[in-house]
């Protein structure tokens, strides 16, 4: 006895395995930008480099150094989206009277008298 597939499950539809953009995730779209980031309608990379007109172009980096990986498509993309997730330092959030008063503090902290030396 020979079994035949049925018709139905041979033109069984056959989802895209592709996402659009709106689906993308912040993960994604990181991955894609191989640590470039898009600051004021341009690509920065950390190292020196700016992408332009699908250019690398070298502003700051030391010469000699390899230019770094474009970044991909899906950043491309969703550049109005993408803004890389940046921490600001504690140091940085502190106002001048801030950093003042805790320098002053410092300075006043009693401290342990050096030990030069002994004399025996």
């Given at each position: 006895?020979?079994?035949?597939?049925?018709?139905?499950?041979?033109?069984?539809?056959?989802?895209?395995?592709?996402?659009?953009?709106?689906?993308?995730?912040?993960?994604?779209?990181?991955?894609?930008?191989?640590?470039?980031?898009?600051?004021?309608?341009?690509?920065?990379?950390?190292?020196?480099?700016?992408?332009?007109?699908?250019?690398?172009?070298?502003?700051?980096?030391?010469?000699?150094?390899?230019?770094?990986?474009?970044?991909g498509k899906l950043a491309l993309e969703n550049?109005?989206?993408?803004?890389?997730?940046?921490?600001?330092?504690?140091?940085?959030?502190?106002?001048?009277?801030?950093?003042?008063?805790?320098?002053?503090?410092?300075?006043?902290?009693?401290?342990?008298?050096?030990?030069?030396?002994?004399?025996?």
């Amino acid at each position: 006895m020979l079994l035949q597939p049925s018709p139905a499950s041979a033109k069984s539809p056959k989802r895209s395995q592709k996402k659009s953009s709106a689906q993308a995730t912040a993960s994604e779209i990181s991955r894609s930008a191989h640590g470039w980031s898009y600051v004021n309608g341009e690509w920065i990379h950390p190292d020196g480099y700016k992408f332009v007109r699908n250019q690398v172009l070298r502003t700051t980096a030391k010469p000699g150094r390899t230019a770094p990986e474009p970044p991909g498509k899906l950043a491309l993309e969703n550049a109005q989206n993408w803004t890389p997730k940046a921490v600001p330092s504690q140091e940085r959030a502190k106002t001048d009277a801030e950093r003042k008063a805790e320098e002053k503090r410092k300075n006043l902290e009693v401290r342990p008298a050096p030990q030069t030396g002994t004399h025996i």
